[in-house]
C-alpha cells in the first residue's frame, strides 16, 4: 500500500510560481512510477506531467516550458515548479503512482493523494 499527500497548492496572480510536493510513503519510492494530475471545476481529469521508472518526464503541451518535475528519492518526495502560472492552471493538482506500471499521462495509476488547490488570478 502507497500513501501519498500533497501540499503547496495556494492562490497566485497569473504569472506566479508555485512548488507542490507530493510525500510517498509505504513504499520504496525508487520503484514507483508517478505522475500529477489536476482536475479543474467542471473539466475532466487531465494529466500534467509524468515520470517513468528512469526519470524521464512527459509533460502535456499545456505546460511544457512552464512546469517542471523533479524528485528528490532520498527523501521520497516528487515535485512540480510551476511556473508564469495562467488562470486555465486553476485546478485541484493530484499526485499519482503505480508500483508495476507506469502509465505516463493516463489516468490507470492505483494511488492517489487527495489533492491540492492551486488558484490562479488574472
Known amino acids: 500500500q502507497v500513501q501519498l499527500v500533497e501540499s503547496g497548492g495556494g492562490s497566485v496572480q497569473s504569472g506566479g510560481s508555485l512548488r507542490l510536493s507530493c510525500v510517498a510513503s509505504g513504499h520504496t519510492y525508487s520503484s514507483l512510477c508517478m505522475a500529477w494530475f489536476r482536475q479543474a471545476p467542471g473539466k475532466e481529469r487531465e494529466g500534467v506531467v509524468a515520470?517513468?521508472?528512469?526519470?524521464?518526464?512527459t509533460y502535456a503541451d499545456s505546460v511544457k516550458g512552464r512546469f517542471t518535475i523533479s524528485q528528490d528519492n532520498a527523501k521520497f518526495t516528487l515535485f512540480l515548479q510551476m511556473n508564469n502560472l495562467e488562470p486555465d492552471d486553476t485546478a485541484v493538482y493530484y499526485c499519482?503512482?503505480?508500483?508495476?506500471?507506469?502509465?505516463?499521462?493516463?489516468?490507470?495509476?492505483?494511488?492517489w493523494g487527495q489533492g491540492t488547490q492551486v488558484t490562479v488570478s488574472s
Open positions: 499519482a503512482a503505480d508500483l508495476q506500471s507506469c502509465w505516463g499521462l493516463r489516468e490507470e495509476y492505483n494511488y
Open positions: 515520470v517513468d521508472a528512469d526519470g524521464s518526464p
